[in-house]
């Protein structure tokens, strides 16, 4: 479940539109040395503009650190996610700067909380319909971040 706003015109910072967003998405992570994970994944998500319910499809990598708490049975991750971002009516990148706690259920199984901030930005696309009328117009906004996760390793 996430929240995000955006404007048409990046130096008025007018907010043009928002809109509460909800979905899913899958993630992998990859211990690469000491504290240094690499995460990738893509998400489906969903939010309503016009009386319509539109998807929204992201793919993103996120390099990260990892901090033992408890004696290893809380991790809390910090990092940079960046992603591309198209749906019906934009195509976009974004950067998100973020934190993460996870706890460790087991040596298999865990859950956590992930929250970031994403910065985005990009221009009005469609797959469907060529913008015969001019320039596209650009969109800049933010975007919360929030997920709730079940994770499991598959290999130690």
């Given at each position: 479940?996430?929240?995000?706003?955006?404007?048409?015109?990046?130096?008025?910072?007018?907010?043009?539109?928002?809109?509460?967003?909800?979905?899913?998405?899958?993630?992998?992570?990859?211990?690469?040395?000491?504290?240094?994970?690499?995460?990738?994944?893509?998400?489906?998500?969903?939010?309503k503009a016009g009386g319509e319910t539109l998807?929204?499809?992201?793919?993103?990598?996120?390099?990260?650190?990892?901090?033992?708490?408890?004696?290893?049975?809380?991790?809390?991750?910090?990092?940079?996610?960046?992603?591309?971002?198209?749906?019906?009516?934009?195509?976009?990148?974004?950067?998100?700067?973020?934190?993460?706690?996870?706890?460790?259920?087991?040596?298999?199984?865990?859950?956590?909380?992930?929250?970031?901030?994403?910065?985005?930005?990009?221009?009005?696309?469609?797959?469907?319909?060529?913008?015969?009328?001019?320039?596209?117009?650009?969109?800049?906004?933010?975007?919360?971040?929030?997920?709730?996760?079940?994770?499991?390793?598959?290999?130690?």
């Amino acid at each position: 479940i996430g929240y995000r706003f955006y404007n048409s015109e990046k130096t008025t910072g007018i907010i043009k539109d928002n809109h509460i967003t909800y979905g899913a998405e899958a993630e992998a992570n990859i211990h690469l040395f000491n504290n240094m994970y690499l995460g990738a994944g893509a998400g489906l998500s969903y939010y309503k503009a016009g009386g319509e319910t539109l998807p929204v499809k992201n793919l993103y990598v996120q390099p990260s650190l990892a901090f033992n708490l408890n004696n290893g049975r809380a991790v809390f991750f910090t990092g940079l996610r960046t992603e591309l971002i198209f749906d019906d009516r934009f195509f976009g990148y974004g950067v998100a700067p973020f934190v993460r706690i996870q706890y460790n259920l087991s040596e298999k199984y865990c859950l956590g909380y992930h929250f970031g901030a994403n910065m985005f930005g990009g221009e009005k696309w469609s797959l469907h319909a060529s913008n015969t009328t001019g320039p596209s117009p650009e969109y800049y906004g933010l975007s919360l971040v929030n997920y709730l996760y079940i994770g499991f390793r598959l290999h130690k």
